[in-house]
């Protein structure tokens, strides 16, 4: 910002080297422009990386306990350093308001006042961490709707538009927003362990007693909602959501939630208590278990029912064991 | 007979019954053919898993003779169509039973008709 300044002042000042025949005061104005530039341009350097040292403490430690501590010794630093440029920067300003043509203490007025501008910005930026800014921009947005309330007060009261009550409700409604606004972005922080009280409770409530009125209203609502895809994505957005498309990446254990762990796929002799300890049957569950064992796409549930079955069919034909 | 041509031609529609579904699902297959060998393969994938443990019961040197006839007559009264060998591996759009290609599940013809069209994927006319 400064360095815009000072460069768009250079060229007006180098436009008047040419015209002018005086040496002395513009071979000061380029040393104390070209010092101006050089420190203000390592000045900015310094400011930027205490604001994000600052910035950077303020968000290790949420509240910025620490932070306050901190940054105030950066701000009397920076404040040190600053203070002994200020006179400097006056009599910079005052050199290139004399060599403007116009109206001088106009040019050097409006000059420090922009340096002032700065200085004050800089100085909001060391001191605030996370918070200030937070702050500040809170207090942009609502100072960002006034100059278009007020343009839009001024448009009605010049075309006096009135509402149906016969009142102006357009202030209001500003004002309640911004009101609105400042105390729920004032209450944002205390929000966090207030969340979701009450809510649980009032559809536990109502899940309860669905009528059928109910169901019909939630059918048509998602009948209603449920517009028609408008292009490629959304379509196979609708068919992913209705299970007709695959997932990409394409998962290959999708449905498949085996939470049983290897030894209850292999170890499968303590199902086997309901069979009787010798005889061909035994064998043959033996040889059933032993397939099971090998077997990696059954999960363990249906082995578990594959020999259940088993067991199940021999007790069935207990009788015809019996007579052989 | 004209109840019986009716009821025919209510059943060439094969309408879904809108359970749960929001709109009205209905689907025609080829011909009557097409639609027998789906009706088989869902017998056969609902029985699939007894016909697997009586056969592994049938198919045995350990057990008992007497035992392996008694699932012999198990299997045997068991719905003829969910047997996997009745089931045909027609083509998807024409039901064709001869010259399917298994990996596209289309018929020789339709293949072609598709691949010269290019809308096969990386399906290439031969040449070397």
């Not at chain 1, 910025?64 to 350093?81: F, H, I, K």
């Not at chain 1, 605030?128 to 942009?140: D, F, K, L, P």
């Not at chain 2, 009821?7 to 011909?31: F, G, M, T």
């Amino acid at each position: 910002k400064d360095k815009s300044a000072a460069s768009k002042d250079s060229t007006p000042e180098t436009s008047k080297r040419q015209e002018d025949g005086a040496e002395t005061p513009k071979q000061q104005l380029l040393d104390i422009i070209g010092n101006m530039k050089v420190e203000v341009s390592y000045r900015k350097k310094l400011q930027q990386l205490k604001a994000s040292e600052s910035k950077k403490q303020a968000l290790n430690k949420l509240e910025g306990l620490d932070s306050e501590g901190s940054v105030p010794q950066g701000t009397t630093e920076d404040t040190q350093r600053g203070k002994p440029l200020n006179p400097e920067l006056v009599k910079a300003a005052s050199a290139v308001a004399s060599s403007l043509p116009l109206n001088k203490k106009q040019t050097e007025s409006e000059l420090l006042a922009q340096l002032r501008r700065h200085e004050e910005t800089t100085d909001k930026q060391k001191k605030g961490g996370a918070i200030n800014i937070r702050n500040v921009i809170s207090e942009m947005t609502v100072k960002r709707q006034t100059p278009a309330q007020r343009s839009a007060r001024l448009s009605s009261r010049i075309s006096l538009q009135l509402d149906e009550d016969g009142r102006r409700i357009r202030p209001e409604r500003a004002s309640a927003q911004s009101d609105s606004r400042r105390s729920l972005k004032v209450g944002k922080r205390l929000n966090i362990f207030t969340k979701a009280s009450t809510e649980p409770e009032d559809t536990l409530k109502t899940v309860s007693s669905p009528t059928i009125w109910d169901l019909e209203f939630a059918k048509e609502v998602a009948a209603v909602t449920a517009q028609p895809p408008r292009n490629g994505f959304e379509e196979m957005i609708q068919w992913t959501k209705e299970g007709i498309l695959w997932e990409f990446p394409i998962d290959n254990e999708v449905g498949m939630e085996d939470d049983a762990e290897f030894h209850e796929h292999i170890f499968l002799e303590k199902h086997l208590e309901g069979f009787p300890k010798e005889g061909p049957i035994r064998h043959f569950m033996e040889l059933v278990i032993c397939g099971l064992s090998k077997n990696p796409y059954l999960s363990v549930k249906q082995k578990v029912e594959h020999i259940e079955w088993f067991q199940k069919y021999f007790e069935e034909k207990k009788e015809l064991l019996q007579e052989i | 007979m004209a109840a019986a041509a009716l009821c025919w031609a209510l059943r060439a529609a094969r309408q879904v019954l809108p359970s749960a579904c929001p709109r009205q699902v209905r689907s025609y297959y080829v011909d009557w053919r097409m639609l027998r060998d789906v009706k088989r393969r869902k017998m056969a994938y609902e029985h699939a898993d007894e016909r697997l443990r009586i056969n592994a019961i049938r198919k045995n040197s350990i057990l008992p003779r007497e035992l392996q006839e008694v699932a012999d007559k198990e299997i045997a009264a068991l719905p003829r169509d969910s047997c996997p060998g009745r089931i045909r591996n027609r083509c998807v759009l024409t039901s064709r039973p001869r010259g399917v290609k298994r990996r596209w599940r289309l018929s020789r013809i339709v293949f072609r008709h598709f691949a010269d069209h290019a809308q096969m994927s990386g399906v290439q006319r031969a040449m070397w």
